[in-house]
Structures are given as C-alpha cells and as structure tokens.
C-alpha cells in the first residue's frame, strides 16, 4: 500500500459521515434552503444559487438509502467539484449534518478499516458507493465522485 497522505473532509451526514478528498470540496458555506424542483426524488433537496452556478443540493444519506431521513436542522452545505465530465453541472452540493472535519490519511487507513458489506435490497444507489469502511471506529462511505456526478446528472436530466 502507499504512506502518501491525502487531506479529506469528514462530512457528517444523516447515517454517518463521508470522505470526500480535500481537493474535491470547493467550498463550505451556510445552510441556504434549496428552490424545490418539481417531481424531484426525496434526495434531490432542489437547486441553490452559489456564485453564479445553480447547483442540485443532495442528501447522501438518502441517495444510498431512500427511507433515511432528510432533516434539515443544523446543516450546512458542502460544495464538490463534480468529477463526472458529462453534463454541464461543474458542482453539486451535499448537506453536512454539523460541522466537517479535516483528516489526512493514507491508503492503508482505509485498507485496514473493516469493510462494511451493504445491505443490497435495491432500494438505494450503492453505484454511488465506493466503500464502507470503519475509520476511527465511525462508520464511513467513500463516495465514487464521478458516479455520484452522473447520478445526480441524470435525475436532473430526466427531470424525475
């Protein structure tokens, strides 16, 4: 495995939190309610305006599992540079449940956590996925960024 230490963001999501790599987090701003898109699925919360760009704000928590909760009390928004080339869309926004974290950790971190296996009943995106590990005894997912991107890319697309 590799020492090489890559800086990450711990997002504290509804379940749990996410890792997100440093470099792929724009921004962490004030939790701004998202203008509702019609029809949309529980965890496409609707589009904020950020600089310009209008962004779909999503749930993590309720891409990979659609009955999680959606509470909106003390979150902020976290703005990631989408990875997924396709689709016009440079950024998209997470909710974060509190206040994220900054961590280094190498690739043995995550090799030594415990894999999680995911309860695969079809009901949420696992696409989305990249692993579930055990960090610092916290349950944590690492995201596939440019999963994530398109995923979030074709329900707007679809319009659904």
């Known amino acids: 495995m590799s020492n ?3 800086n990450c963001v ?6 749990g939190h ?3 790599p440093n470099t792929a987090v724009a921004s962490m701003i004030s939790f701004t309610q998202p203008a ?3 029809d949309s699925p529980a965890w496409l919360l609707g589009m904020i305006n950020w600089q310009g760009w209008y962004l779909p704000v999503v749930s993590w928590s309720g891409i990979i599992d659609p009955q999680a909760d ?5 979150v902020r928004i976290a703005i990631i540079k989408n990875l997924h080339k396709h689709g016009g869309m440079p950024y998209f926004a997470i909710i974060a449940k509190g206040f994220p974290r900054l961590l280094s950790i190498t690739a ?3 090799a030594n956590g415990e894999e999680i296996s995911l309860d695969d009943d ?3 995106n696992s696409d989305c996925l990249l692993a579930r590990v055990q960090l610092e005894n916290r349950s944590v997912d690492v995201p596939a960024l440019p999963a994530l991107g398109a995923y979030i890319s074709r329900h707007l697309q679809r319009g659904d």
């Not at 711990?10 to 379940?15: A, G, I, K, Q, R």
């Not at 959606?70 to 003390?74: E, H, S």
């Open 18 to 20: 996410v890792l997100i």
């Open 36 to 38: 509702p898109l019609p």
């Open 70 to 74: 959606v509470a909106l009390d003390n």
């Open 122 to 124: 079809g009901s949420g």
């Open 108 to 110: 043995d971190d995550l």
């Open 4 to 6: 090489t230490l890559v």
């Open 10 to 15: 711990m997002l504290p999501v509804s379940h």
